[in-house]
């Protein structure tokens, strides 16, 4: 089984892609589906650069809004939603070839049903770091307890918690995944000297390599880096939780799935471990990026997770840099601009 993730389809960075693209391919025209503001800016500044002509919309791609792709054979997509079905063959019908997903996983598109409609798929390669600095961020807060320190502080109680944080150094750090962002987080975990762990079958990284298994039982910290596929859901499913060290954390800013949310939760309720942060949830779509103050959320196991002192939450947002942005934009007009002229093929 192998933990990495899937190898991007463009890894050039935008300087370089964007002085061979342009002045050899000829105005294309792409649709972008799912864009927001940001992205949308970045895509019209390097648009004139990359020789394109661009749709771009903020609804995400759907079989009724298919029109603003007809008479190009690229779109970009986004993560945020997952692309139904309905929508892969209304683009194939529509004279679309080439999906772009405007991130490094391919969880939010039904690959084969893709495949089997015509459409080739591409993911895009972006700064690994953004992830990375995220992940040992989110490390850092959980060993020092940060929620319930700044939620005292919040409301002006100033007391030191009742118990004491630890220091990186001394504990063992197992990091499941070692693909470019997996890597990124044990060069970054090696400065702070502590004892490093990895699974995966295509050892790249400078740590020791054990089975997964083993990683867990023998890990005070388990961070999450692998795509989600079948073979990797509920990846640190009940069983191998129910193995983890005493007061362990979990970290992961991979993809909601990889975890059996149920078992979390009831491994962190009763205590047994010693928290969580979570860059991503099962369930999360609907939720995240979204507004929902006002608006009931219907999922019990995010709502017991945000009722524990020891667990942060944050809406999927490891990945959003401006640099990674940057990066996520080029890379997507580029795989466009490949696959026009035959040089790549999802």
């Known amino acids: 089984m192998t933990f990495s993730e899937p190898a991007p389809t463009a890894v050039r960075r935008t300087r370089s892609l964007a002085s061979s693209s342009a002045a050899t391919i000829p105005a294309t025209g792409i649709t972008i589906y799912g864009c927001g503001p940001d992205e949308a800016a970045l895509f019209r500044e390097m648009a004139p650069r990359f020789g394109v002509r661009l749709t771009i919309t903020a609804a995400a791609v759907s079989r009724d809004n298919v029109d603003l792709a007809l008479g190009n054979r690229c779109v970009s997509v986004g993560h945020k939603t997952a692309v ?18 405007r991130s490094i996983g391919y969880d939010h598109i039904d690959m084969s049903y893709a495949e089997s409609v015509g459409l080739a798929v591409g993911n895009v390669a972006y700064s690994p770091d953004s992830v990375a600095d995220y992940t040992l961020m989110l490390m850092l807060m959980a060993v020092r307890h ?12 100033y007391r030191l918690g009742d118990v004491r944080g630890r220091e990186l150094r001394d504990l063992t750090v197992g990091v499941v995944g070692t693909g470019r962002i997996g890597t990124a987080v044990v060069d970054r975990l090696r400065g702070f000297g502590c004892r490093v762990l990895a699974a995966d079958n295509h050892p790249r990284a400078a740590a020791e390599y054990v089975p997964l298994d083993d990683l867990v039982r023998r890990s005070d910290i388990v961070t999450l880096h692998t795509p989600l596929t079948a073979d990797t859901y509920h990846l640190l499913d009940r069983r191998r939780i129910a193995a983890m060290r005493d007061g362990a954390l979990v ?19 009763s205590g047994r471990l010693g928290g969580a942060a979570l860059d991503v949830i099962e369930g999360e779509e609907g939720i995240f990026y979204a507004d929902r103050r006002s608006t009931p959320i219907d999922s019990e196991p995010l709502l017991r997770l945000h009722r524990l002192p020891n667990v942060l939450i944050s809406p999927h947002t490891a990945y959003y840099t401006d640099h990674a942005l940057s990066d996520t934009v080029a890379n997507s007009l580029t795989n466009c601009l490949h696959f026009e002229s035959g040089e790549q093929h999802g």
Request: charged share 20%; aromatic share 2%; glycine share 6%.
């Open 251 to 269: 970290v992961n800013t991979g993809r909601g799935s990889l975890l059996d949310t149920a078992a979390l939760v009831d491994a962190l309720e």
């Open 146 to 157: 940060a929620k319930a320190t700044i939620r005292r502080a919040d409301v002006h109680d």
């Open 84 to 101: 139904p079905n309905s929508a892969l063959l209304a683009l194939s019908r529509a004279g679309v070839e080439y999906v772009s997903t």
